[in-house]
T-cell receptor
Framework: DARVTQTPRHKVTEMGQEVTMRCQPI?????VFWYRQTMMQGLELLAY????????DSGMPKDRFSAEMPDATLATLKIQPSEPRDSAVYFC????????????FGPGTRLTVL | AQSVTQPDIHITVSEGASLELRCNYS??????LFWYVQSPGQGLQLLLK??????LVQGIKGFEAEFKRSQSSFNLRKPSVHWSDAAEYFC????????????FGTGTRLTIIP
């Protein structure tokens, strides 16, 4: 049963600290998405990659957030420095343009910034 | 710009009763439509999707949805709900089989009473 995995599942940190979230997409999927879910804003797209190249990162605060795909099996989302308003659940999703396979979501990383 | 409206924030139904969750979308091209379900503390699970063809689509867990282009709607239905269906339900619209940005509605929280 292929799944998107995310680590860590929970993270509590103090304001100003660096946070790194990791995602392993489903093997063979060539598109990776990062979403953020908050009570106020709901689900919003931060960035997404295709074949490891960024396609759209317009939803991401550029001054503190960065997203990368070091290789096809790993996507990372970093926040530096973190702020309390970054507290949210961050979801990774993956999909494949070959065969029209749609987005499947990971379990999320619940981030709390104190 | 694309948008999704889920007019019902919270719905309560009795176990065994039928269910319909409403979703209206605004999209400039042929929409790819999705319903996801999120249980507390969990990620989003794909219930069903509409790409083209038959406007009544079947999904997992006994759910179905009907695409009505004239009404820009994609309502989710289930003939008889189970207590395990209590969750939050999200409607989404996107392009390219869902392999581009998905725009989500604000969600409908479903409560089941015995």
């Amino acid at each position: 049963d292929a799944r998107v995995t995310q680590t860590p599942r929970h993270k509590v940190t103090e304001m100003g600290q660096e946070v790194t979230m990791r995602c392993q997409p489903i093997l063979g999927h060539n598109t990776v998405f990062w979403y953020r879910q908050t009570m106020m804003q709901g689900l919003e797209l931060l960035a997404y990659f295709r074949n490891r190249a960024p396609l759209d990162d317009s939803g991401m605060p550029k001054d503190r957030f960065s997203a990368e795909m070091p290789d096809a099996t790993l996507a990372t989302l970093k926040i530096q420095p973190s702020e309390p308003r970054d507290s949210a659940v961050y979801f990774c999703a993956s999909g494949s343009t070959a065969g029209g396979d749609t987005q499947y979501f990971g379990p999320g990383t619940r981030l709390t910034v104190l | 710009a694309q948008s999704v409206t889920q007019p019902d924030i919270h719905i309560t139904v009795s176990e065994g009763a039928s269910l319909e969750l409403r979703c209206n979308y605004s999209y400039g091209a042929t929409p790819y439509l999705f319903w996801y379900v999120q249980s507390p503390g969990q990620g989003l699970q794909l219930l069903l999707k509409y790409f083209s063809g038959d406007t009544l689509v079947q999904g997992i867990k006994g759910f179905e949805a009907e695409f009505k282009r004239s009404q820009s709607s994609f309502n989710l239905r289930k003939p008889s709900v189970h207590w395990s269906d209590a969750a939050e339900y999200f409607c989404a619209v996107g392009a390219n089989f869902g392999n581009e940005k998905l725009t989500f509605g604000t969600g409908t929280r479903l409560t089941i009473i015995p």
